[in-house]
């Protein structure tokens, strides 16, 4: 079982950046692909960004270049750094994780998610 937790979220102007981390609880963190997820109100999940156990990056389109993802197995944690933010990266984030996987997962485990809020 892995236990994902979530923090960084919060309220930044347009334009702004934020940072989020995902800390796994486990002892095989290297062995997981790790997905960021983000749920817009009325809107579906969508696929954000994911660092693969292969150490393969994949982006959603529009968050290329300005996201980047990045992991530190030693501390089981899972970053994403969000640059030129815009109101339409308003969300709830989740981060997720399924063992030796692509990005497409399914993924078994998921966070409590943390809000992001861009204020126009």
């Known amino acids: 079982q892995v236990q994902l937790v979530e923090s960084g979220g919060g309220l930044v102007q347009a334009g702004g950046s934020l940072g989020l981390s995902c800390a796994a609880s486990g002892h095989t963190f290297s062995t997981y692909t790790m997905g960021w997820f983000r749920q817009a109100p009325g809107k579906e999940r969508e696929f954000v960004a994911a660092s693969s156990w292969n150490k393969i990056k994949t982006y959603k389109d529009s968050a290329k270049g300005r996201f980047t993802i990045s992991r530190d197995n030693a501390k089981n944690t899972v970053y994403l750094q969000m640059n030129s933010l815009t109101p339409e990266d308003t969300a709830v984030y989740y981060c997720?994780?399924?063992?030796?996987?692509?990005?497409?997962?399914?993924?078994?485990?998921w966070g409590q998610g943390t809000q992001v809020t861009v204020s126009s």
């Open positions: 997720a994780a399924a063992r030796y996987t692509t990005y497409a997962g399914p993924y078994d485990y």
